[in-house]
T-cell receptor
Framework: GAVVSQHPSRVICKSGTSVKIECRSL??????MFWYRQFPKQSLMLMAT?????????EQGVEKDKFLINHASLTLSTLTVTSAHPEDSSFYIC????????????FGEGSWLTVV | GENVEQHPSTLSVQEGDSAVIKCTYS??????FPWYKQELGKGSQLIID?????GEKKDQRIAVTLNKTAKHFSLHITETQPEDSAVYFC??????????????FGKGTHLIIQP
């Protein structure tokens, strides 16, 4: 079964509002989680690395004030898309690093965000 | 930074035949190479991975080979079945001393299994 759970799987929000996506590691502690976005027919693009208890590390070109990441516990990281615009509509996927199994990374199921 | 190239972008094979997807990477410090399978609109599923201290790994119909010198790794699927139809992504990562870097992905290969 899934070891990383992502919620919600689908969300529709109005332009200008904020939406939060949760990523949970279900049966292991993850000090490091990653957030990706994927546009249709394109590859996964890393947005940021989320570290428990410290600030996230953002990839070049990703606005940290727009995509707020909070990794407050060893099993939960959240991505908040603030002041959402239609161009933020995308498929967002998180992953978590499982250290005790040779640093294997497991992905969540993904979240479809549609901004109208 | 790391750059991962993946070929082909689309691969169509007859059911029962083998499929091979190839990736190259640029950063010789990369030491972990997973392969993910993604069905339409779903999250990516880890199907197999290989670390830089191993040249080949096999799991039933799926195998991965790694050539560190040439910096390329390949996914091999034998006796393909209709449920193998999906988009496959290769990725590369290096583990830095202070933590873990995120994966760098290839652009994906759409594998189509013809009945």
């Amino acid at each position: 079964g899934a070891v990383v759970s992502q919620h919600p799987s689908r969300v529709i929000c109005k332009s200008g509002t904020s939406v939060k996506i949760e990523c949970r590691s279900l049966d292991f502690q993850a000090t490091t989680m990653f957030w990706y976005r994927q546009f249709p027919k394109q590859s996964l693009m890393l947005m940021a690395t989320s570290n428990e208890g410290s600030k996230a590390t953002y990839e070049q070109g990703v606005e940290k004030d727009k995509f707020l990441i909070n990794h407050a516990s060893l099993t939960l990281s959240t991505l908040t898309v603030t002041s959402a615009h239609p161009e933020d509509s995308s498929f967002y996927i998180c992953s978590a690093l499982r250290g005790e199994r040779g640093n294997t990374i497991y992905f969540g199921e993904g979240s479809w965000l549609t901004v109208v | 930074g790391e750059n991962v190239e993946q070929h082909p972008s689309t691969l169509s094979v007859q059911e029962g035949d083998s499929a091979v997807i190839k990736c190259t990477y640029s950063d010789s410090a990369s030491n972990y190479f997973p392969w993910y399978k993604q069905e339409l609109g779903k999250g990516s599923q880890l199907i197999i991975d290989i670390r830089s201290n191993v040249g080949e790994k096999k799991d039933q119909r799926i195998a991965v080979t790694l050539n560190k010198t040439a910096k390329h790794f390949s996914l091999h699927i034998t006796e393909t079945q209709p449920e193998d139809s999906a988009v496959y992504f290769c990725a590369a990562r290096k583990h830095s001393g202070g933590g873990a870097d995120g994966l760098t992905f290839g652009k994906g290969t759409h594998l189509i299994i013809q009945p």
